[in-house]
């Protein structure tokens, strides 16, 4: 009977399996070019952007990042109405990543390898996430990877240092990030001033686009982002709370 | 190489399916992300590759331990 079982929900895996991917194997038509080939000459001159990626998300469909930054910001705010409730249950302190200096030396969980390696390494991690973040519009990358990158930096930096910096404190974090929202959103309104609509480029350099623009929506969105996932991971690693 | 890719990323997920230890799981997820980063850069989207290695082997790795020291991480049986 469970043999039967077995056979019968590995049939069914493997039919819908199959039928996902039957029209990739039959297709027989090519690719459509039409909006690649549109992309590879008009991209430049369109948004000013040479990464082709950066191009669309933030020249043609910027709209679109706005409300992919508005739906990170609603799960973050959800995430830390849950944190701040459960917290106050959490009293087994021994198990816990707790960051305050005081608790560190006798914590169970931390070791010198975690110090040394987090510590060494954040530096690192932050620099090429500013990288990552600035160059957006030339290399691979763009706002949101390199805030994540940066994010993961802070959560090196407040895993690894034995004091405490202002890069690790939650209420400061999150005036950064609100300030960045602000800047985004008035970017995105800015270009409604210079005849250029909605998130249009408001900034031109002789008869092209410039990629100023863009690389200040890169920067603003990488800050976003950046500091709203940071500010989450310490706050789910018991850190601080004062506010 | 693209075959041997695609098919530790199935062995990988398979054994994260049924592993009985949560947290070898989730390694073996952080594992499938790092292997379909290098899989995005064979197909040449780097952009692609780079946020699938910050946040699927990053900072989802985290959140998922996280859920795990608060739950149970072994299975009964």
């Known amino acids: ?83 701040v409730n459960l917290k106050r249950e959490d009293s087994d302190q021994s198990i816990s990543f707790s960051l305050e200096p005081e608790k560190r030396a006798k914590n169970a969980q931390r070791t010198y390898l975690l110090e040394v390696i987090a510590s060494k390494l954040g530096p690192i991690v932050l620099l090429f996430g500013f990288y990552v973040m600035l160059y957006g519009h030339i290399s691979p990358g763009g706002g949101f990877q390199g805030g994540t990158i ?55 350099s002789g008869n092209s686009l410039s990629p100023n623009f863009i690389i200040l929506l890169n920067i603003v969105i990488g800050l976003k982002v950046g500091m709203s996932i940071a500010i989450m991971c310490i706050a789910m690693m018991g850190g601080r709370s004062d506010h | 190489m693209t075959i041997l890719l695609l098919s530790m990323i199935l062995a990988l997920g398979v054994y994260a399916l049924f592993s009985h230890d949560l947290l070898h799981s989730v390694i073996a997820l952080s594992a499938v992300s790092m292997i379909s980063a290098l899989l995005f850069t064979i197909l040449r989207a780097p952009d692609v590759a780079i946020t699938e290695a910050a946040v699927g082997a990053g900072v989802s790795t985290v959140i998922f331990v996280w859920a795990i020291r608060h739950t149970r991480r072994r299975s009964k049986d």
């Open chain 1, 1 to 83: 009977m469970k043999r039967t079982l077995l056979w019968l929900k590995l049939i069914i895996t493997l039919a819908t399996i199959a039928v996902v991917a039957l029209p990739i194997v039959v297709n027989n038509h090519s690719w459509p070019q039409i909006s690649r080939d549109y992309l590879y000459t008009n991209a430049l001159s369109d948004t000013g952007a040479l990464n082709t990626v950066s191009a669309i998300y933030l020249g043609y469909r910027a709209m679109d990042t706005l409300g992919e930054t508005l739906v990170l910001l609603v799960s973050i705010t959800g995430t830390m109405g849950i944190l």
């Open chain 1, 150 to 204: 940066i994010a993961s930096a802070i959560v090196f930096l407040a895993l690894g240092t034995q004091m405490e910096t202002k890069l690790t404190n939650t209420t400061i974090l999150a005036r950064i990030e609100a300030l960045a929202f602000l800047v985004l959103v008035l970017a995105a309104v800015s270009g409604v001033f210079f005849e250029s609509g909605f998130f249009g480029n408001p900034i031109k």
